[in-house]
């Protein structure tokens, strides 16, 4: 049954920024924030910036998440939205089959999506960019044209049921348009006896 919850999606070096804005903005909004990762297990974070002088990101340990349900375990039918989250993580999450029928479910139902910096990574290899227009840190550009999709460098990026960032800087930007995307789907769709209950 549906629940008034969206999916975070996490791994080991996910960027801190990119995942706890949003997971406190959800909680601000009346939606349950679910972690979900590899395996029901702590995963560290990590800060990422450009350091004055340098020409590449420089990265730091940051907050530790705690994932609430492994990939494999989760019904997507049960949840509003999905986020995917940046930092190197996903480059390696990826290729999980499981996070791979998570994410062709959200893409497919037209369901809410947000993707910031790194995370276009897993969408595009699930082969649900293809013609959408995106935002994505400018060093992803390759990931994001290479399986169709089109690199757009705006802060906040809508295309239909996808809203995206290009990094952490750009929270403040896309979160807001996704979170009112995820109120929409809610109201329209929320299960009988919550409406009932109101």
Request: charged letters at 25%.
């Amino acid at each position: 049954m549906l629940r008034k919850a969206a999916l975070i999606v996490v791994g080991d070096a996910t960027e801190t920024l990119d995942t706890m804005y949003p997971y406190y903005r959800l909680i601000e909004a009346g939606f349950e924030p679910v972690v979900t990762a590899p395996q029901k297990k702590r995963y560290q974070m990590v800060l990422h910036e450009v350091k004055p002088g340098w020409t590449i990101t420089k990265e730091w340990e940051g907050y530790t998440i705690e994932a609430q349900i492994a990939f494999r375990d989760v019904d997507p039918s049960e949840f509003v939205g999905i986020l995917f989250s940046g930092g190197r993580a996903p480059e390696y999450l990826r290729y999980d089959e499981d996070l791979v029928r998570i994410t062709r479910h959200f893409f497919e139902q037209n369901k809410p999506v947000a993707s910031v910096c790194h995370g276009v990574e897993i969408p595009a290899y699930a082969g649900c960019v293809r013609g959408r227009r995106m935002a994505t840190v400018p060093k992803c550009r390759f990931d994001l044209e290479v399986c169709g999709g089109i690199f757009v460098d705006e802060p906040c990026v809508i295309d239909g049921n996808l809203v995206s960032g290009r990094t952490f800087h750009d929270n403040g930007h896309y979160v807001g348009p996704w979170i009112r995307m995820l109120e929409r789907y809610w109201a329209e769709h929320r299960p009988e006896q919550d409406r009932a209950r109101r």
